[in-house]
């Protein structure tokens, strides 16, 4: 079965700068292990009476990027919020099957869900900074939750926001106010904000998706730089951006069925189902 989209192209070298003068890092390790950062077995989820997800089964690999990609409403973000339990907010819901995160079962009983939801970051579709300074974006975390102390703060937020690569663009302004800054620093913003909690997982929902071609290729290249230190899912509705940024991609369906799952290059240019290559060459969506 051959689709007729073109190969992926390859994802873009690093271009974003690194500073020469850094900080020291206080975040030396990367806290997770094993080359597994999720496992998922037959996990379903239901809305009431809707059964979002059907029985899917993947594993995510340390430090590389899985994409999620199927038509609207397949149940891509219901999975991704059901990583970090966000769904947990919503009345009515419940799950089978087991999803493991970092080795922990995530819907088990011993999770700790505050300390689960640090390894795990989310960002959103639209940026969304809190109503305060850019350095306060990244402080506030990691202070609330007394992950690091005091007097390392200010290297702690440098450190983000080199990470995010964003440091060169907002060094001379960490007391302005962070809607102040672009959409595409926003959403970068929103990514240091996340690190700031010492993840080891990043969830990605749409993060480009309010954001202009040089905005999105920006978070792309973050995107491929953060993979050499974080385990990134990302929902995107973009295929090429999925062809991009992803290392392994997800192909879910109507239902909440994963369909097929596989190295990037060979969901696009040889899948094994007929469905996928039917998406992925634009037959529906
Ligand atoms: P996708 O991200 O692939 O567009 P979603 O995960 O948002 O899909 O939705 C999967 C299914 O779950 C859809 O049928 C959607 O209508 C339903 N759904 C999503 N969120 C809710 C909710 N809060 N309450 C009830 N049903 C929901």
Redesign the pocket.
């Known amino acids: 079965m051959t689709a007729t989209l073109e190969p992926p192209v390859a994802a873009a070298p690093m271009m974003i700068p690194r500073a020469s003068v850094a900080p020291r890092d206080p975040f030396p390790e990367p806290i997770g292990t094993g080359e597994l950062a999720i496992e998922v077995r037959d996990f379903s989820f239901w ?2 009476a ?1 059964r ?1 997800l059907h029985d899917v089964s993947l594993t995510v690999p340390r430090r590389a990027v899985t994409a999620l990609i ?10 991704l919020r059901s990583i970090n339990r966000m769904n947990d907010l ?1 009345p009515g819901t419940r799950t089978e099957g087991e999803l493991i995160v970092e080795g922990e079962s995530v819907y088990g009983s011993e999770i700790d869900l505050v300390a689960h939801r640090q390894r795990v970051g989310m960002v959103f579709q639209r940026p969304n900074p809190f109503p305060k300074s850019i350095y306060d974006n990244v402080a506030y975390g990691p202070q609330l939750n007394a992950l690091c102390p005091r007097r390392d703060l200010p290297d702690l937020v440098e450190q983000c926001l080199r990470r995010a690569a964003l440091w060169d663009e907002v060094r001379d302004r960490l007391d302005s106010p962070a809607t102040g800054l672009s959409g595409g620093q926003q959403q970068r913003l929103c990514i240091a904000r996340a690190l700031g909690n010492r993840p080891t997982v990043l969830l990605m929902d749409e993060p480009c998706s309010a954001l202009d071609p040089i905005a999105t290729q920006k978070v792309e290249e973050l995107i491929f730089e953060l993979k050499r230190d974080y385990t990134i899912v990302i ?1 995107t509705h973009n295929m090429q951006q999925a062809a991009r940024v992803s290392d392994t991609t997800g192909f ?1 369906d109507r239902g ?1 069925v994963l369909v097929e799952l596989g190295e990037t290059n060979q969901i696009f240019t040889n899948p094994k189902h007929e469905r996928t290559e039917a998406y992925i060459t634009g037959r529906f969506g």
């Open positions: 809305y009431g809707t979002a199927g038509p609207s409403g397949c149940g891509k973000s219901t999975f919503i929902v879910f909440g």
